[in-house]
């Protein structure tokens, strides 16, 4: 069976790519000298730079972005632990390969004792039924398990399987480590582009900029604009330009992505700090977020953090939700960023939301005791004879009724949801 590098299951995790491939394939690190980033990791006294010393022990789960380094750092792992290696896409199989794998992993283990490093590429594609299947295999010692994801380990994988391995976190690639790797790209004579075009600092940076942290988007930047300039040379402003075009922002509506940029545009408001208010909300519009959502949550901001400081900022949200409703994009977004910034710049007050969740506690915890005869409607002489509505003090003609006159039922008396009474 072929693996997910094409290779057979005795694969070399370090072999060479061939001379084809793109030029993210073929600048993959073959050494942790080479590898970019990651330096809580990979520094000396660092868990990565431990176990290439003295070997792999544990099953691990290497959780971080598209092109921050999972599946090389799980290669270098293999080339150094000796163990026999296996990759496996979980994109590209399902349960009976998985029992397939771990069969020979297992036979493997019976016939020379050696145990098998497997390697999951995208593992939280697998159902739950399917990451089960690993776990006695684990737990014999036929496997060693790296299973790379670049979503939330808490969702996507079983706990049973969380427990049995240690999970690694991979940051995006600092725009200084991405610089650093383009220029091996351009120099390198065996993998690279061999000098074959000149690119200026600032548009190095450029390009690791427009990466956002993925070391595979800011190499095949740089491979489309040096395919721009076929005779060899240098890369200008224009040329870049023409390899960028519109800078594309990786952002999935349901996944981690989604929840992380609303938090900081929530978060940002609560703070008073209009400029990061602005920049992530059009962080989340140029990413194609739902506009709708991002509605529902600025009118959620206005009622939560800012509530009676500035009434008027629930109508500006509500205002801008609808205003997008009726233009649309683009012209409708103004209205949305002209929310956030006001959000931003309003006093703020939680006092609502915070007496809210008192009174909800309270509703839940106590007897749900009658309305005092007092404030009951009496519509009929029935219930005026049974004493609905009988000592009820009218607050317009009788001022001091709004202190004498009880409100709350007989088991809450004196309960106060505000610092103050109005």
């Not at 602005?278 to 953090?305: K, N, Q, T």
């Not at 006093?347 to 915890?365: I, L």
């Not at 009951?376 to 009724?401: C, E, I, V």
Request: proline share 5%.
């Amino acid at each position: 069976m072929s693996d997910l590098f094409g290779d057979t299951h005795a694969a070399d995790p370090l072999e060479p790519t061939h001379a084809a491939a793109p030029l993210a394939d073929r600048m993959r690190p073959r050494s942790i000298e080479e590898y970019a980033g990651q330096v809580h990791l990979v520094a000396a006294g660092g868990f990565v730079a431990n176990v290439l010393a003295k070997g792999l022990k544990q099953s691990l789960i290497l959780w971080g972005p598209p092109g921050s380094g999972k599946t090389t750092l799980a290669r270098l792992v293999a080339s150094a632990s000796g163990l026999r290696f296996v990759p496996f896409s979980a994109v590209l199989s399902g349960i009976k390969e998985v029992k397939e794998v771990m069969a020979e992993a297992a036979r493997e283990m019976e016939r020379a004792g050696t145990r098998t490093l497997l390697f999951v590429d995208e593992i939280h594609r697998f159902n739950k039924a399917q990451q089960d299947a690993f776990l006695p295999y684990m737990e014999r010692g036929d496997i060693l398990l790296i299973g790379a994801t670049t979503e939330n380990p808490s969702f996507e994988l079983n706990g049973a399987l969380l427990s049995r391995a240690r999970t690694l976190i991979l940051e995006p690639l600092p725009v200084d480590a991405l610089v650093g790797l383009l220029r091996r790209a351009l120099d390198d004579a065996e993998r690279g582009l061999a000098g074959r075009v000149q690119v200026p600092d600032e548009l190095l940076e450029r390009i690791a900029h427009a990466a956002d942290g993925d070391a595979r988007r800011a190499l095949n930047l740089l491979e489309s604009a040096a395919e721009l300039v076929p005779t060899g040379g240098i890369v200008d402003e224009v040329t870049l330009k023409t390899a960028l075009q519109r800078k594309v922002l990786v952002h999935d509506k349901r996944g981690e992505q989604h929840y992380d940029l609303i938090s900081a545009l929530h978060k940002s408001v609560r703070n008073s700090d209009e400029n990061a208010s602005l920049y992530w909300l059009v962080r989340m519009l140029e990413a194609g977020e739902d506009r709708a959502f991002v509605s529902r949550r600025l009118i959620r901001m206005a009622v939560e953090d800012i509530g009676l400081a500035d009434p008027f900022a629930l109508r500006i949200a509500l205002d801008a939700a609808e205003t997008y409703e009726r233009l649309g994009t683009p012209e409708g977004e103004l209205a949305l960023a002209q929310a956030a910034v006001y959000l931003a710049r309003a006093k703020k007050s939680n006092a609502v939301y915070v007496a809210y969740g008192e009174a909800r506690r309270d509703v839940e915890r106590t007897a749900a005791e009658p309305v005092p005869l007092h404030l009951r409607n009496a519509p009929t002489q029935l219930m005026k004879d049974a004493g609905f509505g009988s000592g009820y003090r009218y607050a317009h003609d009788d001022p001091k009724a709004k202190d004498e006159m009880t409100c709350l039922p007989p088991g809450l008396l004196g309960r106060r949801y505000f610092g103050r009474k109005p």
